[in-house]
């Protein structure tokens, strides 16, 4: 039998002498409870998000993407195409252009970037299930055809209906410098849109596809390309494929997983989440100055409990003990509760969405959340770690409690 732990559920469940150590000890519970299940509630919104928004990237971005290491472009190796085609796990391969470029449609005009990409693009990226009006298509055997963003689209107010509806794309050309005629400058072309996607707003208002060859007559360039995207098969080794992709293109290439094409973006969104769960890890400490009081005002309800102990033969670390374990017995409960409240409130949400999110104008209606078991550890071992150091204290201060004879 655990001796301490047992005075120490006695001490918790028995009547005071004073009130006041029992509104304090439970004040104690209920501020571990707000503190573990508010961390719990907002790390899953936080995780929700974050899946929310790496989902919308990767159905955008590609698994991989080869770039030079030095130069906005460069001429593809077809040996190592070949290579690279024929390694298992991958699923498909595009040579991608791209160039910022003025569009013009009617009085209109808008900067964007010019994707030039190959025909089986949409089986590299989802960017084909994300369509917003129209259909993607981009050659239909006879003529080209673009795919803008659903912010491009509204703010050139193309009308997909109208079959003489054409865009016309300028891109400087390389290394012309002076012209006396303006449009010299530039390399100018028309093209028929065919749909929009959207995905969301940076995406939507940036990017326009046309197929490769159109966009490699724009930029004035004769076999060079921006990059190679990859698509992987489900369930392979992505590490291992990166590492022999990077080993065929060579020290000259930079091979990026999805990770490393948004690398900044995955790092605020964990900074974010981190600084949060510091400043609510604050509103715990703050709450467990409770403890430190509950359990002061208990060493001195029972300082006779104390002192009858020690006349017992019990020494210091068992006194210290009993009271260590009431704090550590606080913060479980507190903790426990809250757990069981967040994740309660977590199913709700999940199951029926009735926080929602007001405006209208994002991507879903309701927060998303994710509880992860990882977090729950992190959370429970803060909380305890909290509740610990706060017991420490009294928990000393009652051991060092000089007895005295107990008289009838």
Not at 33 to 62: D, K, M, R
Not at 336 to 359: D, M, N, P, Y
Request: glycine share 8%.
């Amino acid at each position: 039998m655990n001796l301490p732990l047992t005075f120490a559920r006695r001490y918790l469940i028995s009547k005071k002498s004073s009130n006041a150590v029992n509104i304090i000890s439970w004040v104690s519970v209920l501020g571990i409870l707000v503190g573990a299940g508010g961390l719990i509630l907002v790390l899953s919104v936080f995780n929700g998000f974050e899946g929310l928004v790496i989902s919308l990237y990767n159905s955008f971005n590609p698994d991989f993407k080869i770039t030079a290491t030095v130069g906005k472009s460069f001429v593809p190796d077809s040996t190592k195409l070949v290579e690279l085609r024929s390694l298992k796990g991958i699923r498909a391969v595009s040579k991608v252009i791209e160039e910022n470029a003025l569009l013009t449609h009617n009085d209109m005009q808008y900067i964007a970037t010019v994707k030039g990409v190959e025909l089986n693009y949409g089986s590299v990226s989802g960017i084909d299930s994300a369509i917003y009006d129209g259909v993607f298509l981009l050659n239909d055997g006879k003529q080209d055809f673009a795919v803008l963003g659903a912010g491009i689209s509204q703010s050139l107010q193309i009308n997909y209906a109208d079959p003489l509806s054409f865009i016309a794309l300028y891109i400087p050309k390389k290394g012309k410098t002076n012209a006396i005629n303006p449009e010299d400058a530039f390399n100018r072309d028309l093209i028929k849109p065919s749909g929009s996607f959207a995905i969301q707003s940076e995406f939507d208002s940036k990017y326009i596809f046309v197929p490769l060859d159109f966009a490699r007559a724009l930029n004035g360039y004769d076999h060079q390309v921006s990059a190679i995207e990859i698509a992987l098969n489900n369930n392979v080794d992505a590490d291992l494929l990166q590492s022999q992709i990077q080993k065929i293109f060579g020290n000259s290439f930079k091979v990026k997983n999805r990770l490393q094409q948004n690398e900044t973006l995955y790092k605020v969104m964990k900074t974010e989440k981190w600084a949060v769960y510091a400043i609510l890890t604050l509103i715990l400490i703050i709450a467990a100055f409770n403890i430190i009081g509950s359990l002061s005002m208990l060493v001195i309800e029972k300082k006779k409990d104390i002192s009858i102990l020690k006349t017992m033969g019990a020494d210091d670390a068992l006194i210290g003990k009993i009271f260590l374990y009431e704090g550590v017995l606080l913060a479980f409960i507190g903790c426990s509760v809250g757990f069981a409240i967040a994740i309660t409130i977590i199913w709700l949400q999940h199951r029926f969405e009735f926080l929602k999110i007001g405006g209208g104008s994002f991507v879903i209606d309701a927060y998303p959340v994710d509880l992860k078991i990882g977090d729950l550890i992190l959370v429970f071992f803060t909380v305890m770690i909290i509740g610990l150091i706060a017991a420490w204290l009294p928990s000393r201060r009652a051991s060092k409690t000089q007895y005295e004879i107990v008289k009838e």
